[in-house]
Structures are given as structure tokens and as C-alpha cells.
């Protein structure tokens, strides 16, 4: 899966007939903070030994993809920072 760099960003253009600067940028805020809960929530399901050494290897192939997570919802993360940085820096 490829994955957009912070210059293939699709930013919203602020003009008079569009959603005000503020409101695009509460939005980016809400959306950022609800990640970050989201964020919270997978930290307390980090997997734990206990729950997968029946079988060898299996421990592994949890945190990797308990990373791959984690990764994801960072990325998003810093996507909407770097939207609402640009969103702010229009004039």
C-alpha cells in the first residue's frame, strides 16, 4: 500500500464562499484528538506473552502487527497536523 508524503496532501483552499479557516481547523483538531483515544485504547491491548506462547511464533506476528497499528494512527496523526499547519498558513 503506498503511501501519501506530506507534499501529495490534499489541503482544503480557505475563500469566502468555502468553511471558515477556524471551522477546518477545529474539525482537524477533533479528528486528531479522537485518534489520539484511539491511540490510548490500543496501548492497553499491547499484546502480552501470556496470551499467545501456546504456539511458537505467534508472539511476534502480534506485536508486528500491534506496530503496524500504532504506525498507522501516527501517520494519520501527523497528516492532520501538517493539514491544519497549512490550513492555518493561508492567508
Do not use: C, F
Request: net charge negative; proline share 4%; hydrophobic share 40%.
Amino acid at each position: 500500500m503506498k503511501r501519501e508524503s506530506a507534499w501529495d496532501l490534499v489541503v482544503p483552499i480557505v475563500h469566502m464562499n468555502g468553511t471558515s479557516r477556524a471551522e477546518l481547523l477545529k474539525l482537524r483538531e477533533a479528528a486528531y484528538l479522537a485518534l489520539r483515544e484511539a491511540e490510548k485504547a490500543l496501548m492497553q491491548m499491547s499484546p502480552n506473552g501470556r496470551d499467545y506462547y501456546p504456539e511458537p511464533g505467534l508472539m511476534e506476528k502480534a506485536l508486528t502487527q500491534h506496530d503496524r497499528r500504532l504506525k498507522t494512527l501516527a501517520g494519520l496523526m501527523d497528516e492532520l497536523v501538517i493539514e491544519a499547519e497549512r490550513i492555518g498558513g493561508e492567508e
